[in-house]
């Protein structure tokens, strides 16, 4: 189907007129040769807004999200020889693992935010309780928020329906308290051996190389003397947020991301001063 022609403002400006002398919506189409459903369109936006001037448009909505696109990208680079029907193929199948992925996350128990905040409470025993706001109590309410007869989901996008025992920042809030709550656990480490921020290292052993994170976050290179804090990772990978000087710290500048465990080595703090076992070992 072609682009409609867009109606001329005089046009626009009898269809006011008419409108205001009583015609009906129909009357007015057969008149000026209009579709009934665009003469009612101007009528409604005068009502609202009190002018029938067209509105601006920014163009034609995205067909691909930017993660649909890195993953095509990151396909065809795997296997140059796939078609473009293997590539919608894929496509499709990735939209509905998604759909009902993300439809299992936002269950309470399985919200992976749900489960640190429940460790968070039990850790601190705060006696406080965690409900996930956008979880009505019901799976129809919760599917009535996303399939809606009109095709838009519930919400203005800023302002979204909540749990009567919510409010709009309740997530907010959980969420920046786990923050603390990583920072507080974070565990120190000295860096003892260089690493220069490869994904796939060929030098830090062979499981470091096949077991590198299935992740978009960045990896850091490393030298050696370095402190980090650790905040998780795995059997053979660590992510962490390199200790920085003053000067870089007040910038506001910050080094985060994945490196080999095997790079670094846990620092014993001394109770007594506070200070770190190993650089006294370093000093000695």
């Known amino acids: 189907m072609g682009k409609s022609r867009e109606i001329n403002q005089d046009i626009r400006k009898r269809i006011v007129d008419l409108h205001k002398c009583g015609s009906s919506l ?139 025992k919510c409010h709009q920042h309740t997530l907010t809030i959980e969420q920046l308290k786990q923050k603390a709550d990583k920072r507080v656990r974070s565990v120190q480490y000295r860096i003892v051996e260089d690493y220069n921020g490869a994904w796939c290292p060929l030098g830090k052993g062979i499981n470091t190389f096949f077991r590198s994170p299935c992740t978009e976050e960045p990896r850091i290179k490393l030298t050696k003397g370095e402190t980090i804090f650790a905040t998780r990772g795995t059997k053979w990978w660590m992510y962490g947020d390199k200790v920085l000087d003053e000067e870089k710290t007040k910038a506001g500048l910050r080094v985060r991301g994945w490196f080999p465990r095997r790079c670094v080595e846990k620092c014993h703090y001394d109770s007594a001063n506070n200070t770190p076992a190993c650089e006294e070992k370093k000093d000695k």
């Open 26 to 164: 129909g009357a007015m189409s057969r008149c000026l040769k209009v579709p009934r459903s665009s003469v009612q369109t101007i009528i409604r936006k005068y009502k609202k807004h009190g002018n029938v001037q067209p509105s601006y448009r920014s163009g034609r909505r995205r067909i691909l999200s930017p993660r649909e696109e890195r993953f095509l990208v990151r396909n065809v680079r795997i296997n140059p020889r796939t078609t473009a029907k293997d590539l919608v193929k894929m496509l499709a199948e990735t939209d509905v693992r998604g759909l009902f992925r993300n439809a299992a996350l936002h269950r309470p128990g399985l919200n992976f935010i749900i489960i640190q905040a429940k460790d968070r409470i039990q850790y601190y025993q705060t006696q406080e309780e965690f409900i996930f706001p956008y979880d009505l109590g019901s799976r129809w309410e919760n599917f009535k928020q996303v399939f809606t007869w009109s095709g838009t989901p519930e919400g203005d996008g800023i302002e979204w329906p909540v749990n009567e």
